[in-house]
Each structure stands twice: as C-alpha cells, then as structure tokens.
C-alpha cells in the first residue's frame, strides 16, 4: 500500500513539471520599414509619411501558435501605391499583407512608388503640312515629367526634356503620304501616358501657278498681270513689280485678278507672283517684261513738201523707219481704207486736195504719225482767180528749193506734276525753218509756242501753261494718272516750202 501511494505522488510531481514548462512566454518584435511616399497600419503599428510607430511587441505560451498581424498599406500622396514587400507570409486583397510574429525581431519591409501615368492631350496641330509640325500639348503629371516624345507612325522623331507645351517636328525629310501622329508622356518612374492618334498628311508639292497671256512688251505706264491657280489650293498670294535687279516689297494678290503697278522708267522689269498653300508649299514666278514708251523715229526722204501744189498724176512718198523692236506702218490716202505698207507709198490722184497719212506703231504700242496735205492742179484754168491771193511767207523765196524741211519732235520722260510749270518738247529741224507748236490733251489741256532755227539744229522748248490748264493738272485725280498728250508742229523754211509732224507720248502720274 505504501509502495502505491508512493508511486502516485511521483505521477503527480511529474504532471505539475510538465504543466509549468507548458506555460513558458515567448516575446517577439515587428518592425515595419518603408520607402517613398505611403503609411503602413497595424494594431499597435503606424508607420511611414512622418508617422513614427513602427515597432510592435507581442508575447505568447511556447505552446500556443505564433500570433500574427496584418499589416494595411496606403500611399499619402495622389498616384503613389505599394509596390513590393518583404516579411509577408501571404497577402490579402486591399495592399494587405499578413505577418506571423517570430521569437525576437522581425522586420517587414514595404516599398512605395508612384504608379500613376501622365496625362497628355494634343490640343492642337495641322492636319496637312510640309516642312513642320507644329503640335500643342496640354500634359500633366501628379510628380514630374521627365520627357515627351513625338511619334510619326510610331517611330519617335523627336524628344523633349523640358518645354512639354509644345514641340515643332522637322518633316521636310518625310516622304508625302498619310502617318499616325501621337505624343507619350513619361515621368521620373518611368510611368508612361500616350496621346490619341491623330492622322497627318505630309505634302511636299506646291501650288501650280500659271500666267494669263503675260506682256512681254508695253508702253503701259502702269502694267498689269493676271495669274490662275488650276487646282484653287492657293492659301494666300502676293504680288509686286520691280525693276530687273531691284527688289521691293511685295503686296497681297488674288488669282483671276489683275495686279498693276506704276513704272516710272523704260527699260527690263519683273512681275514677280509668289503663291502658298496650306501647308507652306510657296511657288515663285518671275516674269520679266520691256517697257517702252519711245515712238518710233520716222523721216520722209522723198516725196512733195507740205501744202505742195502738183500736177495730176501719181504722186509718191517715201520714208525712213527706226525703233528698238519690230514696227507695223499702215497709209491713208484722204478717206480710203487704211492699208499695210513698207517704207513707201504711191497713188494716183486726181485734181483737188489730197491728204496722205502714215502712222507707224511700234510692238510696244508708240505711235509716230506723219500727215502731209497737197494739192493737185486742174489741166483747165481757173475761170475766176483770186484778185487778191495770200502773199507767200518769204516775198522773195528761193524757187530753186522745193523741198520741205525734215522736222522729228521728241519729249523727254516728264510726270504731270513737272508740266504744270512748263512742258519740254524737242523739235529738230534738218534746215533753217520757223513755226507754231501746239500740244493739246483731254478736258482743255492745252500748250503752244513757236519755234524758230536760224540753221540746222534743235529747238528745246520749254512750253508754260494758261493758269486754267495749270489748276486741272494740280487737281488730285489727275495727279494720280497718266496723261496721253499730242504735238503738233507747223513749219516752214526760208523758201516757204511747208512741213508738219506729229507725236503722241504719255506723261506718267
């Protein structure tokens, strides 16, 4: 009975030992670190984003699981999110991560990083261009951007560190046809935002300008041209004419419209139209053309003297023609057709007075015009002569000379302002002659003097006008236009043989 008794309190001794090493506390520690711009929470944890709380002490019965935490993580800043972990056992939907404490320290370690992409928008560009592309952008990011590139057909063409508002593309080395424009974004973590695609055509070809029936040759003193643009894809035009060598500013222009400009000097000048599309494409014509306001030089070499009495019979003239480009000579005789001819000109005439007219018009459009008036004698007499005829200008004239003299009249380039204080005309004589000078223009312009030569030679004249005439040609729409004068001169030499001549040319504004 004894050995039983003794045996039972060893059993029990036995059973409170192992109790009491059943009981033993375990203490464990979590330690939480982060990186970037996020907290982590635990019971008894908030750490990161300045909150300091990251260490959590727990105790346990050795003979008791280890307990475990879950440890919640959130960014602190817009687009920043946990991205990588150590020390977690599993995860848990939410940015959740469960750990299970050990015996002594443990550290979980939690990463943030900002995940968010930029944002960016084409807020402008050309749908067509040439050289370059100019594209507006609207980007923003919740950090900082580091770089945006520009894609045509998805091959970067150009990269910008700084400046994202906008970005000019070269793409005058892109053959024309049709890419896919778009714009990526990419910020300091390398998180990338991309544009929509937007559809650009790159043309290279420039507008087809053509010239309507351009003057190469004019007296005009203010020339025009018209051009035409076949395919209408004109985006604007301009305009100017220059002297050859000369440049000036050129000036806004509309196709099928004619531009015109003054000249103030015979010579080479150049219409010079330059004609843009859309995109930039320029096309540039020059066009050179002659002005030439100088009347052909015309001399009568042979033939009956002005006023002339003749014969009847045929009676003939001929003439000397001479100007820097081609001439067309056209004759009148009195009131007949007027017809083609060629240095000179013959006709048959009957008794009375007769008139013959030559008009010689050179390619620019100068005019020199010769008149000479006659008289053919009846074979019958007069039955009643004139008691009393008109004595000849020289009483005693040398018979022996029945030629007229050669008289040419020039005008020097002069504008309307400089005739109001005297007109200057050139009248040369091939002998001694005297006379009367007329020059008369449209609504009463009107000058005249007399020329008188003592021998072969030039008589300049300087021809002042009424004061009538002088107050129309101040006034401000004349001032502002060319004016078409004709001289008529009268003279006679010492012979009383007669002549006349004549000259249209124009004064410029």
Same mark, same amino acid.
């Given at each position: 009975m004894k050995k039983i008794l003794t045996i039972a309190i060893a059993a029990v001794a036995l059973l409170v030992l192992a109790q009491s090493a059943e009981a033993a506390q375990v203490q464990g520690e979590l330690k939480v670190v982060t990186y970037?711009?996020?907290?982590?929470?635990?019971?008894?944890?908030?750490?990161?984003?300045?909150?300091?709380?990251?260490?959590?002490?727990?105790?346990?019965?050795?003979? &008791?699981?280890?307990?475990?935490?879950?440890?919640?993580?959130t960014g602190t800043a817009p687009g920043w999110a946990p991205t990588s972990w150590s020390g977690c056992a599993r995860f848990l939907p939410g940015s959740k991560c469960v750990v299970d404490y050990v015996a002594g320290t443990k550290t979980a370690t939690v990463y943030f990083f900002d995940v968010q992409a930029p944002n960016?928008?084409? !807020?402008?560009?050309?749908?067509?261009?040439?050289?370059?592309?100019?594209?507006?952008?609207?980007?923003?990011?919740?950090? &900082?951007?580091?770089?945006?590139?520009?894609l045509m057909d998805e091959q970067v063409v150009l990269t910008q560190t700084s400046n994202f508002g906008d970005g000019e593309i070269d793409t005058s080395q892109l053959p024309e046809g049709v890419y896919d424009l778009q714009v990526r974004a990419i910020d300091g973590n390398r998180n990338v935002g991309e544009s929509n695609i937007h559809q650009i055509t790159v043309d290279h070809t420039a507008p087809e300008v053509e010239l309507v029936s351009p003057l190469t040759l004019t007296n005009s003193a203010s020339p025009g041209f018209t051009f035409a643009v076949p395919n209408g894809d004109a985006w604007n035009s301009h305009c100017a004419i220059q002297? &050859?060598?000369?440049?000036?500013?050129t000036e806004p222009c509309d196709p099928g419209e004619p531009f015109a400009a003054p000249v103030d000097a015979d010579g080479t000048w150049e219409f010079v139209v330059e004609v843009s599309d859309s995109p930039g494409n320029v096309s540039r014509i020059v066009h050179r053309f002659v002005v030439d306001r100088t009347a052909p030089v015309v001399e009568i070499t042979n033939g009956p003297a002005e006023g002339a009495t003749l014969d009847?019979?045929?009676?003939?003239?001929?003439?000397?023609?001479?100007?820097?480009?081609?001439? #067309?000579?056209?004759?009148?005789?009195? /009131?007949?057709?007027?017809? #083609?001819?060629?240095?000179?000109s013959t006709k048959s005439l009957a008794p009375g007075p007769h008139r013959f007219n030559l008009t010689v018009t050179d390619e620019a459009g100068n005019v020199t015009t010769v008149e000479r008036t006659l008289n053919v004698k009846s074979d019958e007499p007069d039955p009643e002569p004139d008691p009393d005829p008109d004595p000849e200008p020289d009483p005693d004239p040398?018979?022996? /000379?029945?030629? !007229?003299? &050669?008289?040419?009249?020039?005008?020097?380039?002069?504008?309307?302002?400089?005739?109001?204080?005297?007109?200057?005309?050139?009248?040369?004589?091939?002998? !001694?002659?005297?006379?009367?000078v007329v020059v008369t223009g449209k609504r009463g312009v009107r000058f005249t003097g007399r020329v008188v030569l003592a021998s072969a030679g030039l008589a300049k004249l300087r021809l002042r006008p009424a004061p009538k005439v002088r107050k129309r040609l101040a006034s401000p729409n004349r001032a502002r236009r060319s004016l078409g004068l004709k001289a008529r001169a009268v003279l006679y030499d010492r012979a009383g043989n007669k002549t006349s001549s004549s000259l249209r040319f124009r004064v410029s504004p």
């Open positions: 970037g711009k996020g907290k982590v929470t635990a019971p008894g944890i908030e750490c990161g984003s300045g909150a300091t709380d990251c260490t959590e002490t727990v105790t346990w019965d050795d003979s &008791q699981v280890p307990p475990s935490t879950v440890l919640v993580s960016v928008f084409i !807020a402008g560009y050309s749908d067509v261009v040439s050289e370059s592309l100019l594209v507006n952008l609207a980007v923003s990011d919740n950090e &900082q951007l580091t770089k945006v590139e520009f002297k &050859q060598g000369e440049t000036v500013q009847a019979g045929d009676v003939g003239y001929a003439w000397s023609a001479t100007d820097t480009h081609a001439l #067309t000579q056209s004759c009148v005789w009195d /009131d007949e057709a007027s017809a #083609t001819c060629d240095a000179s040398d018979t022996s /000379d029945r030629t !007229a003299p &050669q008289v040419r009249l020039t005008a020097p380039k002069q504008t309307v302002k400089s005739i109001r204080n005297r007109l200057r005309l050139n009248v040369r004589c091939d002998e !001694a002659c005297s006379g009367r």
